[in-house]
């Protein structure tokens, strides 16, 4: 069969579940499963007879769409909360991963340009970070404490201020989205050069081991889940600029919906490393090197497994549901 006449033939069944998948009246979920199956077919014959064809990035992507919607309505899986986390977030990651690379592409490119601009120009580190906080933190180096101005403040004030400030910035990663992407590229931009300079700042002064220690246990979270919301504001600026089979309203519907998704997952990250800063920063000056790396390696090691690895294994395992079918 031509893939005209096999896209005329399934053309109006496709339209039929795209309703059912996405519209306000839902099918039952027996129903959604014996539609799925058709389309799960329909997907492998296109990839059969088909295998170059804009036709199978349609069918794959509404084939996941569907799987998700399943086993929302699945009654095994009632509780909305522990899907969201445990399959719904993942896929919707695993879908979307080359923005997650192209997100770590763009942030070490300007922590790269960040450390070179403090390396050539003496005056850099000061336009970026202020007088005032640079001035500050060479005094605490001065009395052997770098990372001295993590101590500022009540505990409970600086977890609250800090993690208000930090959620912010990512809200306003995605956001800036809306203009093509080159928004949250922006926001990247001023946050990671200044992650890039404050670092060889600490490097310059011959203090660069002493604030790692300290800084990046919160930092690792921190820093991490702002790629992460980089890679939402990405997403967000794509469904605009390449809307692919769909009309670019629908398409940038499902940007925005899926890429709040992915920002909402930041959100207990980004607190938890606001708890550290507010209450464990504060004493890295005084803890074991032992323990602050082991922080340092536990909370990077758990963010990067839910986005870097455990993605694949939630899609490894809806391959697995389609070979049972």
């Not at 602050?292 to 990067?304: E, P, Q």
């Amino acid at each position: 069969m031509r893939e005209v006449a096999f896209i005329k033939q399934n053309k109006q069944k496709w339209l039929n579940f795209e309703k059912a998948i996405f519209g306000k009246q839902l099918k039952n979920p027996d129903e959604l499963a014996s539609l799925y199956i058709q389309l799960v077919n329909d997907l492998s014959y296109a990839q059969t007879y088909y295998p170059k064809s804009k036709t199978i990035l349609y069918l794959n992507n509404l084939t996941a769409r569907a799987f998700q919607k399943i086993y929302k309505t699945k009654r095994e899986d009632n509780n909305r909360f522990i899907h969201f986390w445990k399959t719904e977030v993942p896929l919707i990651v695993y879908e979307y991963r080359r923005y997650i690379f192209y997100s770590f592409i763009i942030s070490f490119c300007f922590i790269a340009i960040g450390v070179l601009s403090a390396a050539n120009d003496g005056a850099f580190v000061r336009l970026i970070l202020g007088n005032a906080y640079v001035n500050e933190t060479l005094e605490n180096i001065e009395s052997g404490d770098p990372v001295a101005i993590y101590k500022s403040g009540s505990n409970w004030g600086s977890f609250i201020g800090i993690t208000l400030n930090n959620l912010y910035v990512g809200i306003q990663a995605f956001l800036y989205g809306v203009f093509a992407g080159l928004g949250t590229v922006y926001v990247m931009l001023h946050n990671f050069i200044m992650v890039g300079s404050f670092q060889y700042f600490f490097h310059q002064q011959g203090v660069l081991w002493e604030s790692v220690r300290g800084i990046w246990i919160h930092g690792s979270m921190e820093i991490f889940a702002i790629v992460i919301e980089g890679a939402a504001g990405l997403i967000l600026g794509a469904s605009i600029l390449f809307p692919k089979t769909f009309s670019r309203i629908t398409s940038f519907k499902i940007g925005v919906k899926n890429g709040v998704k992915i920002l909402i997952s930041t959100f207990p990250f980004t607190i938890a490393a606001g708890f550290l800063e507010g209450y464990v920063t504060r004493y890295s000056n005084t803890m074991p090197n032992w323990l602050s790396v082991g922080i340092i390696l536990t909370t990077l090691s758990f963010i990067s497994f839910y986005y870097l690895v455990y993605p694949f294994m939630v899609n490894k395992k809806l391959k697995e549901f389609h070979a049972t079918l």
